[in-house]
C-alpha cells in the first residue's frame, strides 16, 4: 500500500538551531515528490517538487533531497517566520494528479 | 494577481443538514481538486475535475458527497444529511494543468465545516 510518513510529528528549535525534517515513502512507482508549507488557518503553500534520486533544490534557509525511499527538508539558521507546518506528498508514475499525502511536521522556532 | 477562494471561511451546522461549500479557482487553471483535512492527518483526496472531462470521484467517502464544476470554473461541494465525522477543513486547489513538470497545486484557505 501506497504510503507517505513524515517525522517527527513535531520539532521545537531554537532560532538558528539548524535541523532536518524526514519524508519516508512507499509507492509503486515514484512520479515526483512535493513539499508544502501550511500556516495556521490557510491551504497549503508550494515550496518544491522533486523528481529523481540525488535531486537537491534551494530557496532561503530551505533545502530538500530525495534518495530512492525518502526525502529531508533542511532548514538552515531557522527563523522564527519560518514556523508553520511542513507537508510531504507524492506521486505515482501511473496517475498525474493524485497526491498521497504525509501528515505534516509542525516546527516551531523560538526566538 | 487573485488566488484560490473558498467560502465560507467557517460553517457550523447541525446534524443531517445539507451544506454547500463554494471554491474559486485560478483564472485559466483547468484542473480542480478538492481535499478533506482532519486533525492530525494527512490531507484526503475526494475529487478532481480537468477541464471538460469525466470528474475523478473515487475519493467521495460516502454518496452524501458529491461536486460540481460550471462552466469549467467555480466548483461546488455538497454534503447531504451531515454527521459529526463529516466535520473537517475542506480545501480546494487548482492548478495551470494536470502531470508533467508544472502540476503545482495552488491552494485556497479552506471551510472549516463544523457538524454538531
Known amino acids: 500500500e501506497d504510503q507517505v510518513t513524515q517525522s517527527p510529528e513535531a520539532l521545537r528549535l531554537q532560532e538558528g538551531e539548524s535541523s532536518s525534517l524526514n519524508c519516508s515513502y512507499t509507492?509503486?512507482?515514484?512520479?515526483?515528490l512535493f513539499w508544502y508549507r501550511q500556516d495556521p488557518g490557510k491551504g497549503p503553500e508550494f515550496l518544491f517538487t522533486?523528481?529523481?534520486?540525488?535531486e537537491e533544490k534551494e530557496k532561503e534557509r530551505l533545502k530538500a533531497t530525495l534518495t530512492k525511499k525518502e526525502s529531508f527538508l533542511h532548514i538552515t539558521a531557522p527563523k522564527p517566520e519560518d514556523s508553520a507546518t511542513y507537508l510531504c506528498?507524492?506521486?505515482?508514475?501511473?496517475?498525474?494528479?493524485?497526491?498521497?499525502w504525509g501528515a505534516g511536521t509542525k516546527l516551531i522556532i523560538k526566538p | 494577481g487573485a488566488g484560490v477562494s473558498q467560502s465560507p471561511s467557517n460553517k457550523v451546522t447541525e446534524k443531517g443538514k445539507d451544506v454547500e461549500l463554494r471554491c474559486d479557482p485560478i483564472?485559466?487553471?483547468?484542473?480542480l481538486y478538492w481535499y478533506r483535512q482532519s486533525l492530525g492527518q494527512g490531507l484526503e483526496f475526494l475529487i478532481y475535475?480537468?477541464?471538460?472531462?469525466?470528474?475523478?470521484k473515487s475519493g467521495l467517502p460516502s454518496d452524501r458527497f458529491s461536486a460540481e464544476r460550471t462552466g469549467g470554473s467555480v466548483s461546488t461541494l455538497t454534503i447531504q444529511r451531515t454527521q459529526q465525522e463529516d466535520s473537517a477543513v475542506y480545501l480546494c486547489?487548482?492548478?495551470?494543468?494536470?502531470?508533467?513538470?508544472?502540476?503545482?497545486?495552488?491552494f485556497g484557505p479552506g471551510t472549516r465545516l463544523t457538524v454538531l
Open positions: 483564472s485559466g487553471h483547468t484542473a
Open positions: 509507492v509503486s512507482g515514484l512520479r515526483g
Open positions: 486547489a487548482s492548478s495551470q494543468t494536470s502531470g508533467g513538470s508544472n502540476n503545482e497545486q495552488f
Open positions: 475535475f480537468q477541464g471538460n472531462s469525466a470528474p475523478d
Open positions: 506528498a507524492v506521486s505515482r508514475m501511473d496517475s498525474n494528479y493524485q497526491l498521497i
Open positions: 522533486l523528481y529523481s534520486a540525488g
